[in-house]
């Protein structure tokens, strides 16, 4: 059996686990960082690919973007296709000037995980975390298992950043949170071509045969989504399907044919929404898609996570270099409030882009409510704020 001791134990290395095991280093708190998987897993598992504005300053100052910096697409608008017609949202012009940055998740895990090797910080991948204990006293203890090794840490802070379905949120007594939850009657098909894309922006699609994404990770690889029914299998769709239904649902008069390529990912992900609160229990804090899951639509979820990070850190280091508590009384509050807004828009984005195969009250709504969005100037411009920067407002 391995025992460590540290200031802060962090479960779980996605953006939210590493970042804030960053931060604290920096200010000279020490921390474990504990990962499941395995490092090329989490380096090559492929997600978000959006940034905020303010989230991208946050991860400059943070000492953590120059690749994102180098290498990010900046983008100053985004598409919405309806009904085979284009309406460009020009984010910038409608937002003060700024824009997001398209820059894969996995790409921004590599760096922060780099980031913390240099540094030589206690970082266990294949090291499952199965128990927690002492959260309410004075020290906790983590129990762990690292492929057959028994791992315990003890340490002063625990941090679920251990994404949605987390051991955090199932390790404390029963009653202790509220959960709300959504499940939506969708799931995204996705996939990574090698396929150059086809237009400098993201295309958002409401097409009456479904939802459709055009994205990108580079000038030569091309993110696609298709909404697809909840009890889809990945076994019903080939590429050549796969290829069709995205023609027929992004197709317009000026751009009849989508440019394709060998498909090199694809996976499926159902739609929900979760909001666990409060995001605390004694000496356990809950960040990122441990504490809160958006559907996918509005491209809100790294956000929400790195935003945690931003207010958790400076928490933290309060406690441990002044002893002073009151912002990480603050936390929670302070999150859920962000969260809620967060999860507004992305129910918002999903419930107007995303057809209904039977229910033609509800498309007819939503079919009017995306006219709105694009052609009432006031519907646009909370539009392009929202998708921009909401977790920095
Ligand atoms: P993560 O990234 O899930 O990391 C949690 C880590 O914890 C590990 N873990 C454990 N480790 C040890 N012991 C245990 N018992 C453990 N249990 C779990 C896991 O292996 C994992 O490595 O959570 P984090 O850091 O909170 O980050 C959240 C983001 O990953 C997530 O919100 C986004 O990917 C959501 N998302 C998007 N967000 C955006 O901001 N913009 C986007 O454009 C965007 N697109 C997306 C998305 C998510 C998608 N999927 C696949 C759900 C597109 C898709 C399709
Ligand atoms: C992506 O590039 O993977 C992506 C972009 C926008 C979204 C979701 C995912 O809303």
């Not at 590493?18 to 990962?35: F, K, S």
């Not at 739609?271 to 559907?295: E, K, Q, T």
């Not at 639509?297 to 309060?318: C, Q």
Request: aromatic share 8%; with cysteine; net charge negative.
């Amino acid at each position: 059996m391995k025992s460590v001791r540290t200031d802060v134990a962090i479960i779980g290395a996605g953006p939210a686990g590493l970042l804030l095991g960053h931060l604290l280093h920096q200010a000279g708190i020490d921390t474990v960082v504990l990962e499941r998987r395995s490092r090329e897993y989490v380096e090559q598992r492929l997600r978000a690919g959006v940034i905020e504005h303010g989230i991208a300053n946050f991860l400059e100052e943070s000492g953590v973007a120059k690749r994102l910096r180098a290498e990010g697409l900046v983008h100053h608008g985004i598409e919405f296709r309806l009904e085979g017609r284009s309406h460009r949202i020009a984010l910038s012009d409608l937002y003060e000037g700024k824009a997001i940055t398209v820059y894969g998740q996995s790409e921004l895990v590599k760096d922060l995980i780099a980031t913390r090797l240099a540094y030589d910080a206690p970082l266990f991948f294949e090291t499952e975390v199965e128990r927690l204990e002492g959260l309410t006293s004075q020290e906790c203890t983590v129990h762990a298992n690292g492929t057959g090794v028994p791992i315990v840490v003890t340490a002063d802070y625990v941090i679920g950043s251990d994404g949605g379905h987390g051991v955090a949120v199932r390790s404390v007594p029963e009653g202790t949170f509220n959960r709300a939850e959504r499940v939506y009657p969708f799931s995204w098909l996705g996939i990574l071509a090698e396929a150059p894309p086809v237009s400098d922006e993201l295309i958002y699609c409401r097409h009456d045969r479904g939802f459709a994404l055009y994205s990108m990770r580079s000038p030569t690889l091309s993110r696609l989504y298709l909404g697809v029914s909840p009890d889809e299998s990945l076994e019903n769709w080939n590429d050549e399907r796969i290829w069709r239904e995205l023609t027929l649902r992004l197709a317009t008069d000026e751009m009849p044919d989508l440019p394709q390529g060998p498909i090199t990912e694809r996976s499926l992900t159902a739609m929900r929404s979760v909001v666990v609160s409060p995001m605390r229990y004694g000496r356990l804090f809950l960040a990122g898609d441990a504490a809160h899951i958006v559907p996918p639509t509005g491209a809100k979820g790294m956000n929400l996570a790195l935003a945690d990070v931003r207010v958790l850190a400076p928490a933290l280091i309060a406690k441990f270099l002044n002893s002073d508590e009151t912002r990480l009384d603050a936390y929670s509050a302070t999150c859920l409030e962000r969260v809620w807004r967060a999860e507004e828009f992305s129910t918002f984005m999903t419930q107007m882009l995303h057809p209904h195969p039977s229910d033609e009250f509800e498309n007819g709504v939503q079919r009017a409510r995306a006219r709105q969005v694009v052609s009432v100037e006031s519907a646009t411009r909370t539009l392009a704020r929202n998708y921009v920067n909401l977790s920095s407002l």
